[in-house]
């Protein structure tokens, strides 16, 4: 199956090839010119070439063509595994891996990777094994993975009944007058743009906590703590509070700061909770922030004074 995505043009300039890379679809810049060329995007219903410049109030449809079922295949990419048994894997995950394949990027996934490494269940069919939850491309860090079907179930059901723990970090634009808080927004596909997520009143429910871990001049480091773990949730609650992910290029902006150059949102996923599926016992882990997150968060400016309480 494959689903029509709608791109709107605001502010953005530039060749339609260009403004789509940047787009954070999940689609090569050369998918993106050879469907140009077959007709499957259409700028205000109309082909274009590849050189087309958008113009503001543009609207893109892109409808991928429908593809042919494939064997994915396993590939022999490194993995940073974090934990292993008999029935899972917790596998911390670099930013820029897509967790599995999908059309228009069938290989170079942590899926293809994890094929290689080890058997994994078939709960998700064949273009998702093992896979029980799922963090963005541009996210980093922990993902825990089923290695049989017994273990995915067990760890499905926990993830339905909130019982795991998922701690990320996030630096975000702006300063925090608060220590701590919850948004309370529920969360649905955007009416318009169907690559993005959006607060809204018919959404499903999202819950996020969050506390404010530093403080610096025009930013702030938080820890965001998933209650439900809605598509894309800690980046469009953060925005909807006005303080966006520094770096996310679909809910906030891919700025750069202090002349770090940034491949996507500043957002890494710490610290996960879970129940061995078979024996039952509480597994805790946690991961280092990436030096790309690190790196940018020295190069700011620390606000010294503390909030008081």
């Known amino acids: 199956m494959t689903e029509k995505i709608t791109v709107n043009i605001e502010n953005e300039t530039?060749?339609?090839d260009s403004v789509l890379s940047k787009k954070?679809?999940?689609?090569?810049?050369?998918?993106?010119?050879?469907?140009?060329k077959a007709g499957y995007i259409l700028v205000n219903q109309q082909m274009v070439k590849q050189s087309y410049k958008v113009n503001q109030n543009d609207v893109i449809t892109i409808e991928p063509p429908m593809v042919k079922s494939v064997e994915i295949q396993a590939e022999n990419i490194p993995l940073d595994i974090v934990y292993e048994d008999?029935?899972?894997?917790?596998v911390n995950k670099p930013q820029g891996m897509v967790v599995h394949p999908a059309a228009g990027h069938i290989s170079q996934?942590?899926?293809?990777?994890?094929?290689?490494?080890s058997p994994l269940s078939t709960i998700n069919g064949e273009y998702r094994p093992g896979i029980v939850h799922?963090?963005?491309?541009?996210?980093?860090?922990l993902l825990m993975v089923a290695k049989n079907d017994h273990a995915h179930q067990v760890l499905s059901e926990q993830l339905k009944a909130h019982k795991n723990k998922r701690i990320y970090y996030a630096l975000v634009k702006g300063e925090f007058s608060e220590n701590s808080g919850t948004i309370n927004a529920p969360i649905a596909r955007h009416k318009v743009d169907r690559k993005k997520q959006a607060v809204q009143e018919d959404g499903r429910e999202a819950i996020t906590h969050f506390e404010v871990l530093e403080r610096f001049v025009g930013y702030t480091l938080v820890k965001a703590i998933l209650e439900t773990g809605r598509t894309h949730q800690i980046r469009v609650h953060m925005t909807y509070i006005g303080h966006p992910i520094v770096g996310d290029p679909v809910y906030g902006s891919a700025q750069k700061m202090a002349g770090q150059h940034l491949?996507?949102?500043l957002l890494h996923a710490k610290t996960l909770s879970l129940m061995q599926p078979t024996t039952g016992e509480e597994l805790l882990f946690d991961s280092?922030?990436?030096?790309?997150?690190?790196?940018?968060?020295k190069s700011l400016t620390p606000i010294i004074?503390?909030?008081q309480d």
Do not use: C, E, H, K
């Not at 996934?109 to 490494?117: G, S």
């Open 109 to 117: 996934t942590l899926v293809n990777a994890l094929m290689y490494y």
């Open 288 to 297: 280092p922030l990436p030096d790309y997150f690190t790196n940018a968060i």
């Open 14 to 16: 530039g060749r339609i």
């Open 24 to 36: 954070n679809l999940p689609y090569s810049r050369t998918v993106i010119a050879d469907w140009l």
């Open 305 to 307: 004074s503390s909030t």
């Open 134 to 141: 799922r963090i963005d491309r541009d996210t980093s860090g």
């Open 86 to 90: 008999d029935d899972l894997i917790v």
């Open 263 to 265: 491949n996507g949102q």
